[in-house]
């Protein structure tokens, strides 16, 4: 079956160092790929997303993303964490076999140190 | 501009008693889906429809039921709650293709004793 794993549950860090969140998926067709962050209390908000072209993304407040297919990988980075970033982080994969449906990951955890 | 609004934010039930959650989108949006959260397992989509009069299952539908009479609105129905139904919920709403993102409610923190 389709699906798609965040292998962190969690990632304690502290200010200014940087950070990587891993997301693989399950499936060799064409895939549209997303990460979704939700602050505390808060909705899901869109970070960045790939469908074509460039595999390196670059999102709002310093993200980005690179997606390498032979490896089925969408991994988020950021060079320097604030403080702020302390939130939920969800990769999610729209699988072309699939409609509009996404699939989620089940979300990294983020504590950012001041 | 409204964005996604659902109701209520919060609610407390009983096992077996029944209840709407409500879903409204001002963004003429075709796609429409309701998700829960439970932690650890990120979101799970349990049903979805893609215009009005269509309604599909989505991979946790069990237990819950849907209707989509006009495009804005989506509410999702409790039938007899149950403790695994503990969760929070989530309305997002898009327009149609697959490359374009979810745009999310606030969700619904829903307690069943």
């Known amino acids: 079956a389709q699906s798609v794993s965040q292998h962190n549950h969690h990632v304690i860090l502290s200010e200014a160092a940087s950070l990587e969140l891993g997301c693989n998926y399950s499936?060799?067709?064409?895939?549209?790929l997303f990460w979704y962050v939700q602050y505390p209390g808060q909705h899901l908000q869109l970070l960045l997303k790939?469908?074509?072209?460039?595999?390196l993304v670059k999102g709002i407040k310093g993200f980005e993303a690179e997606f390498i297919k032979s490896k089925f990988s969408f991994n988020l980075r950021k060079p320097s964490v604030q403080w702020s970033d302390t939130a939920e982080y969800f990769c999610?994969?729209?699988?072309?076999?699939?409609?509009?449906?996404?699939?989620f990951g089940g979300g990294t955890r983020l504590m950012v140190k001041p | 501009n409204a964005g996604v609004t659902q109701t209520p934010k919060f609610q407390v039930l009983k096992t077996g008693q029944s209840m709407t959650l409500q879903c409204a989108q001002d963004?003429?949006?075709?796609?429409m889906s309701w998700y829960r959260q439970d932690p650890g397992m990120g979101l799970r989509l349990i049903h979805y429809?893609?215009?009005?009069?269509?309604?599909d299952q989505g991979e946790v539908p069990n237990g819950y039921n849907v209707s989509r009479s006009t495009t804005e609105d989506f509410p999702l129905r409790l039938l007899s709650a149950a403790p695994s139904q503990t969760s929070v919920y989530f309305c997002?709403?898009?327009?149609?293709?697959?490359?374009?993102?979810?745009?999310f409610g606030d969700g619904t923190r829903l307690s069943i004793l």
């Open positions: 997002a709403s898009k327009k149609g293709g697959t490359n374009q993102p979810q745009h």
């Open positions: 499936y060799g067709g064409t895939v549209n």
């Open positions: 790939y469908f074509s072209g460039d595999p």
């Open positions: 999610a994969v729209n699988f072309n076999n699939a409609g509009n449906m996404l699939t």
């Open positions: 963004m003429n949006h075709e796609y």
């Open positions: 429809s893609v215009g009005a009069g269509i309604t």
